[in-house]
């Protein structure tokens, strides 16, 4: 069972857990549960068919889940702390769970890359103080500029790399393309996550001097704490930027994903 000290950013087993459960005892809780919930019309689960309702294997804990933390402290390094989770694993409350309801999972794998990167957590810091809370996560912006743009489908590449650590995630990783434990050599990681944050950027259509100021104001104590990581991430910006000329716009589209919390 995780809570939110369970997972990290790119980290989907910190090996400290919640508790456990008998998984036939768990699995027709979940069950009920979920049925009771479909009759309410607000639920994510109130458009599934009674075949599914019924079906232990379609819960939404057998597979692979993009889970975060809803405790955010001032002391943080990270205001949103999202990860892809391995199958068979259930999460407490403060674990909420993004439940896909379209889309498919390179889908999933850019919901993930950008909730992880550096330039959307720096929205959630201008007004997240000790709880993400569905309310505070929808008021983040997520750019789209929809499926074939190069600098999506990039950012879908490096999100899978990073979250398909091991064979847990082989059938996730094999439906978004990417290999198994391609990326787990940390200086692979390493670059990969500033190729992340600046494609992310591109995407939302930040500039050199909007970079300049996101990761200088990002510790507001520490002003020059992410100088590496930035130096690194203008590496990236400035290749992707001149492969993808014109510049890319600004729009932006709610993923096909609504978040949920519980024990599921």
């Known amino acids: 069972m995780y809570a939110g000290k369970s997972f990290n950013v790119w980290e989907p087993d910190t090996g400290a857990y919640y508790d456990s459960a008998d998984a036939v005892s768990i699995t027709t809780h979940l069950l009920q549960k979920r049925r009771s919930q479909s009759r309410t ?3 994510a689960f109130a458009d599934l068919p009674d075949s599914s309702l019924s079906d232990p294997a379609t819960l939404p804990c057998r597979r692979a889940r993009i889970v975060f ?8 390094t990270r205001t949103v ?39 959307c957590d720096w929205q959630a810091r201008r007004t997240v103080e000790l709880v993400m809370s569905f309310e505070q996560l929808n008021l983040l912006t ?23 650590v091991d064979d847990r995630f082989a059938e996730w990783a094999a439906a978004v393309g990417v290999p198994v434990g391609s990326a787990n050599d940390p200086q692979t990681k390493a670059d990969l996550i500033c190729e992340l944050d600046a494609c992310v950027a591109l995407l939302y259509g930040l500039d050199p001097d909007d970079l300049a100021v996101l990761y200088r104001t990002f510790d507001a104590k520490r002003p ?8 690194g991430v203008l590496t990236h910006y400035r290749h992707w930027r001149a492969a993808t000329q014109p510049a890319s716009s600004r729009p932006n589209a709610a993923p096909p994903f609504a978040p949920h919390s519980g024990n599921n």
């Open 81 to 119: 702390v999202a990860a892809l989770i391995p199958p068979d694993r259930v999460v407490v409350h403060k674990a909420p769970y993004l439940m896909q309801q379209a889309g498919m999972p390179p889908d999933e794998a850019y919901v993930l890359g950008v909730l992880s990167s550096m330039p």
């Open 224 to 231: 020059d704490r992410y100088a590496a990581h930035h130096a």
């Open 41 to 43: 019309r607000r639920s």
């Open 142 to 164: 997520i750019p789209d500029p929809g499926e074939g743009h190069p600098v999506r489908d990039r950012v879908v590449e490096i999100a899978g790399r990073l979250a398909a």
């Open 69 to 76: 933390r809803d405790v955010a402290r001032a002391t943080d």
